[in-house]
């Protein structure tokens, strides 16, 4: 990660703990603004989708509770995301383009999940 913020314009970084994606994310970005998540991004691990299951569980908690396999995100500049992935590819560690983020207006919550095809 040091390496990253030496090289590229790390906008924020953030671990994705106890809170998950909902709780911790807004925690980064200037109020006026929000997340995008694109929720197909990743390979959600499949013990997941058995809490969810097993527990009656929505998906909008799901994402405020666990991390839903994505351990922390690094908000950079859209075009440096393929040299920053392929670095931590590298490394060993599994990184993907997840979302983006946008200006909002104060209707809108801070954290949204979307398909792929909704994007802007």
């Given at each position: 990660i040091?390496?990253?913020?030496?090289?590229?314009?790390?906008?924020g970084?953030v671990?994705?703990t106890?809170?998950?994606?909902?709780d911790?994310?807004?925690?980064i970005i200037?109020?006026?603004?929000?997340?995008?998540?694109?929720k197909?991004?990743?390979?959600?691990?499949?013990i997941?989708s058995?809490i969810?299951?097993?527990?009656?569980i929505?998906?909008?908690?799901?994402?405020r509770v666990?991390?839903?396999?994505?351990?922390?995100m690094?908000?950079?500049?859209?075009k440096?995301?393929?040299?920053?992935?392929?670095?931590?590819?590298k490394l060993g560690?599994k990184?993907?383009?997840?979302?983006y983020?946008?200006?909002?207006?104060k209707?809108?919550?801070?954290?949204s999940?979307?398909e792929?095809?909704?994007?802007?």
């Open positions: 040091l390496n990253l913020i030496k090289n590229f314009s790390i906008k970084l671990h994705i106890g809170g998950g994606f909902i911790n994310i807004p925690r200037p109020d006026p603004c929000r997340a995008v998540i694109f197909e991004s990743w390979k959600i691990p499949p997941f058995l969810g299951k097993m527990g009656n929505d998906d909008e908690e799901m994402y666990f991390n839903m396999g994505v351990g922390m690094v908000i950079a500049r859209e440096d995301a393929p040299e920053i992935i392929e670095r931590l590819d560690e990184a993907y383009p997840i979302g983020i946008e200006k909002r207006d209707s809108q919550p801070s954290i999940f979307i792929r095809n909704e994007r802007r």
